[in-house]
């Protein structure tokens, strides 16, 4: 029973990480200037580097997500996810430490949230679950069946159908998900907007005192 248990909840963190990584290389691909903008910010590298990344990244991205929400060479990309996502948290520890006041950049365009180390507690998250996905399938806990038949030596055979049930019912999950961090980075806004807003108020007020006449 917990090994069938670990072997759901290992293999549905795959295909959540997979959803990640097609939209973050999806939005890159639409947005390529604020994709070359952040990777600049990030390595300080020439623009002809930071464009060819920009070109490859999403790719990359992609390439990963659709290998793991099918299981084809799951073995290798569920490693790739995990050795990309390293990387991600590698460059925001670093920007963060250089003291860069930027957008994190994870998903094009709909990034807009600055860069934190939130930031990097939710790569390290992405990483863990990653890693207990690559676990899985290098341990023959997981395996996937294209037509549709049991394998013998797996906890869990991922046939076509069950792919599919699960696609669904994590990608589900990964809008609440992004639903949720929409709601925190809005309130954020509207936060540092009535901290702003009074900060104006106050400092009007104060001259508005000091310009009175003296009796």
């Known amino acids: 029973m917990f090994g069938l248990l670990y072997a759901l909840t290992a293999a549905m963190a795959g295909q959540f990480v997979a959803w990640v990584f097609l939209l973050a290389g999806i939005a890159k691909l639409l947005s390529p200037a604020k994709t070359v903008a952040a990777i600049q910010a990030y390595l300080n590298v020439p623009s002809p580097a930071a464009r060819f990344l920009a070109i490859v990244l999403p790719w990359c991205e992609i390439v990963l997500a659709l290998s793991l929400l099918v299981g084809l060479a799951a073995p290798y990309s569920s490693i790739g996810a995990v050795l990309l996502l390293v990387l991600f948290s590698t460059a925001q520890v670093s920007a963060l430490l250089r003291g860069k ?6 998903f094009g365009t709909l990034s807009t949230r600055r860069l934190s180390w939130m930031n990097v507690i939710a790569n390290v998250v992405l990483i863990a679950t990653s890693s207990a996905f ?3 399938v ?3 806990v ?4 294209w037509n549709g038949t049991e394998l013998p030596a797996h906890t869990l055979t991922i046939t076509p159908i069950r792919g599919l049930e ?8 990964f809008v609440q ?3 949720g961090n929409q709601i925190i980075t809005n309130r954020r806004y ?3 907007y009535w901290q702003e807003r009074r900060a104006h108020t106050s400092a ?3 001259k508005r005192l000091h310009q009175q006449p003296q009796l």
Do not use: K, R
């Open 166 to 173: 699960m696609q669904a019912v994590t990608l589900i999950v």
């Open 134 to 136: 690559v676990a899985a």
């Open 101 to 106: 006041d930027m957008n994190c950049g994870c």
């Open 204 to 206: 009007a007020a104060i």
């Open 142 to 145: 997981i395996g996937f069946s």
């Open 190 to 192: 509207e936060h540092e």
């Open 177 to 179: 998900w992004l639903a």
């Open 138 to 140: 290098f341990c023959n």
